[in-house]
């Protein structure tokens, strides 16, 4: 079976500041994608950054960068600069790369920007 | 097509009765998902769909719940005979179907459920 730990329920960060956001996670497949989303008060999630199991480059999408570290199963979402819309929570996700591809989520982090 | 549509946003209905939401996909999106969100929880996988066929269903889909997505278009969820346990977010996704970065689920807003 597929899991995912975020183990930060709560972060608070000054404004402009990067923040890393922690993800371990555990498969036995040898295929996966890994993702996080960011989840608005609005309720609706925002995909941010993907990554798949076989690349060799951690993944970057503007202010975005996932710490890939497949020996450590870990996949950490940097974010750079922060600003005040940052303000959300953030979802850690993975996809095993078989049938339903359907997502496995952790708990969580409650992300705070402090102007 | 500006993304994934679920109706209502918001449905408070008393205990016992039956609930109805609806989700419409990214259109030419050929696999649909429902999750379910409790509150301070991350979303939880219940059931997939790809095109009209509903391919797997989680453990959490009680024989209260039903899914249907007739002719790979819209998708439906139903509850019967709702019990305050079932209040939830449920939210909707949809995917091209492809593995790779390009195959992203696209979520809905969702519609957040209370059983009074």
């Known amino acids: 079976a597929q899991k995912i730990t975020q183990t930060q329920p709560g972060m608070f960060v000054q404004e402009k500041e990067a923040v890393t956001l922690d993800c371990t996670y555990d498969?036995?497949?040898?295929?996966?994608?890994l993702f996080w989303y960011k989840q608005p008060s609005s309720g609706e999630m925002i995909f941010l950054i993907y990554?798949?199991?076989?690349?060799?480059q951690n993944a970057t999408e503007g202010r975005y960068s996932l710490n890939f570290q497949k020996a450590r199963k870990s996949a950490n979402l940097v974010i750079s600069a922060s600003q005040l819309g940052d303000s959300a929570m953030y979802f850690c996700a993975m996809r095993v790369i078989q049938g339903a591809q359907k997502l496995v989520f952790g708990q969580g982090t409650r992300l705070t920007i402090n102007p | 097509d500006t993304g994934v549509s679920q109706d209502p946003r918001h449905k408070i209905t008393k205990r016992g009765q039956n609930v109805t939401f609806r989700c419409d996909p990214i259109s030419e999106h050929n696999r649909l998902y429902w999750y379910r969100q409790t509150l301070g929880q991350g979303p939880e996988f219940l059931t997939y769909f790809q095109n009209e066929a509903q391919l797997e269903k989680s453990r959490l889909l009680s024989d209260r719940f039903s899914a249907e997505r007739p002719k790979g278009s819209f998708s439906t969820l139903e509850i019967q005979r709702t019990e305050q346990g079932d209040s939830a977010m449920y939210l909707c996704a949809s995917s091209l179907g492809v593995t790779g970065s390009g195959s992203e689920a696209f979520f809905g807003q969702g519609t957040r459920l209370t059983v009074v």
């Open positions: 990554q798949g199991s076989y690349d060799q």
């Open positions: 498969t036995s497949d040898p295929s996966y994608g």
